[in-house]
């Protein structure tokens, strides 16, 4: 759980009901499958959600139905394929270090990926299908408010991968022990940063 009243201006927490800015974050990682659901039980209940599923498959993103959807929720599905490489990226965001176009890797023997059709000719590859979930039911603010979370969660997901490449070497050829304890000192920084961090995070661009 993370609570959200230090990060927004005083006005915001004196406006916002209780509970208002509480989320819930729960994440289940079972790769190559993953989950992760936020939610607002104390003031939104049932009314918000976001679910994000992954599945990281050994192929070029050619899977029509990876997540199993049913043709109701096809219908209102966004496709939405993210190059790491070539799609724009905010100024502000942009480092050079963190750009899959001038990194390569000597541990992994891979990059830079200077080639726009880079998706289909390195070797070895993996997609990672994300199945962005969300719900805001709120009158006037629903479409603007789910919109804006799917454009969030691009971002995100974007900057992420683009740096899971340009750190390879960071990471190359760790066990699954070495990943656990990354993961559990990433998780005690993060808890750290929540409870005593100046406000950080994404911000939305038009």
């Known amino acids: 759980m993370s609570n959200h009243c230090s990060k927004v201006p005083r006005w915001v927490r ?33 009314n ?69 059709d880079w998706q289909s000719k390195v070797d070895p590859v993996m997609t990672c299908y ?3 979930t969300c719900e805001f039911k709120w009158w006037g603010f629903q479409t603007r408010v789910e919109n804006l979370i799917q454009r969030v969660e691009r971002q995100i997901f974007q900057k ?7 750190w390879l070497d960071d990471w190359f050829g760790m066990t699954m022990e070495d990943i656990r304890e990354l993961e559990a000192r990433t998780k005690a920084e993060l808890d750290e940063q929540r409870a005593h961090g100046a406000a950080r995070g994404t911000t939305v661009q038009d």
């Not at 289940?28 to 499958?33: G, K, Q």
């Open 48 to 116: 918000f959600f976001i679910c994000i599923e992954t599945w990281h498959k050994p192929d070029r993103g050619q899977e029509a139905n990876v997540h199993k959807l049913k043709p109701d929720k096809i219908k209102l599905r966004v496709e939405d394929k993210i190059d790491i490489a070539f799609d724009p990226i905010p100024d502000k965001d942009y480092k050079a270090e963190e750009d899959p176009r001038k990194i390569r890797s000597e541990k992994a023997d891979r990059g830079p990926l200077e080639d726009r």
């Open 130 to 132: 994300k199945l962005v």
């Open 14 to 46: 004196i406006l916002a009901p209780k509970g208002a800015l509480e989320i819930h974050e729960k994440a289940w990682n079972c790769y190559p499958y993953c989950k992760t659901v936020i939610t607002n039980p104390d003031y939104m209940k049932d």
């Open 160 to 166: 992420f991968h683009r740096q899971m490449f340009s």
